[in-house]
């Protein structure tokens, strides 16, 4: 099989308008190609310079930050994050319940996205915390896993009080400079934003162009992070060096491996069913699951006009990123079953088919 062939096949048959594609292999990178418009009306093509938005896969970003903050303040995993900043006194008067970083990073806090919403300022994507005492002592967490996009809204918030520093420029100082990711923004930076694909959502009628300025759910530490093939390459490095890179040890090899670990099960599918996924979870900002057998690590992203991939095989030291603009794509589905196919050297499968077929069920690390 020529991967490029069928990139192009599958890109031809899903009307993808542009994308970007990186590959590792044996811990080296060996593929990072470009294919089609980042600009279909002006016919400008997808460079190494294009940005697109990774949307969730913000969220592994998210976590480690908030880890390295909170270990730096002797704190950890299993901390009481009200402690950090709850006066004794504020403490006395509530019955906070206890919430830590695990709870927050894997999804298990028992919050859903409603009851953090009530916590914001209004008009603002702050978290007011005088309202968000009143929610914690009058609705305490269960420990259920439940996607929250709010959540990791908090978990900014509470990166900005630890740090005292607005969130991306502490990931831009702690991470991204270390890890030589120079391309990736955020939408603050529209100077890098110049270099940004234009979205397009599809319909029965056809295309919506999105412009990155249009694009409204841009929560920072949830979905916020544009970025480029090369730079996620890059940070999949560092996941797969267990937090080293370039002879500097940027994140912790400890967080590293609790990281990709499950922290939270996600579906118990039947066995008499066919084509079901059994091994489902959630770790620190990473969906987990097993590809063929072998255990795989990866977070999808989509936002209007635009959709992407990133996954790893941490025994493999290889992995792979897909960035389209084109939104609630299926075809990132279909390139994420073949690069996986691909990567571990099996009978590729016809994924355009299955993902056909299972189009509206929950899938693991292409859901989010």
């Known amino acids: 099989m020529n991967l490029e062939d069928e990139i192009l ?23 990072c190609k470009n294919f089609g418009y980042a600009n279909k009306e002006s016919e400008i093509l997808v460079d190494n310079t294009t940005l697109f938005p ?4 913000t969220k592994s970003f998210t976590a480690a930050l908030l880890y390295q903050t909170l270990i730096g303040n002797k704190a950890d995993a299993q901390t009481n994050l009200w402690d950090l900043f709850f006066t004794a006194q504020e403490k006395s008067e509530f019955k906070y319940p206890s919430v830590n970083f695990e709870a927050l990073a ?14 914001k300022e209004a008009g603002s994507e702050m978290i007011d915390f005088e309202k ?10 269960k420990g259920k896993w439940k996607y929250s996009n709010e959540a990791y809204l908090l978990m900014g918030e509470i990166i900005a009080k630890v740090s005292n520093m607005a969130p991306w420029n502490h990931l831009k100082n702690q991470i991204l400079l270390n ?7 955020s939408l603050n930076e529209p100077e890098q934003l110049k270099c940004a694909a234009i979205g397009y959502q599809t319909s029965n009628v056809g295309f919506t162009r999105i412009t990155p300025e249009l694009e409204k759910n841009n929560t920072p530490t949830a979905s916020g992070i544009w970025s480029s093939a090369a730079d996620l390459l890059q940070w999949l490095q560092l996941w797969l060096n267990q937090g080293e ?3 500097q040890q940027i994140l912790s090899q400890t967080y590293i ?17 066919e084509e079901k996924d059994f091994f489902v979870g959630y770790g620190y900002g990473w969906f987990v699951d097993t590809h063929q057998g072998v255990y795989r690590v990866g977070h999808s992203g989509s936002i209007e006009g635009y959709s992407c991939m990133t996954g790893f095989f941490p025994g493999e030291k290889s992995g792979f990123v897909v960035l389209t603009n084109q939104g609630n794509s299926e075809a990132v589905k279909v390139f994420t079953g073949l690069l996986s ?26 859901n989010n």
């Open 245 to 247: 890179l370039n002879g």
């Open 179 to 185: 890890a030589n990711m120079t391309q990736t923004c």
């Open 341 to 366: 196919d691909w990567l571990l050297e099996c009978p590729s499968q016809d994924w355009n088919t299955i993902y056909k077929k299972r189009k509206n069920e929950f899938l693991p690390l292409t």
């Open 54 to 57: 990774i949307a969730s896969c």
């Open 9 to 31: 096949r599958i890109k031809k048959e899903w009307d993808v308008q542009g994308m970007s594609v990186g590959l590792i292999k044996n811990g080296e990178v060996i593929f």
């Open 106 to 119: 894997s999804h298990t806090s028992g919050w859903n996205d409603g009851d953090i919403k009530q916590c």
């Open 132 to 141: 968000m005492k009143l929610i914690l002592s009058e609705s305490p967490l």
């Open 257 to 273: 491996q609790e990281a990709i670990k499950m922290k939270a099960i996600i579906a118990n599918e039947d066995p008499f069913k």
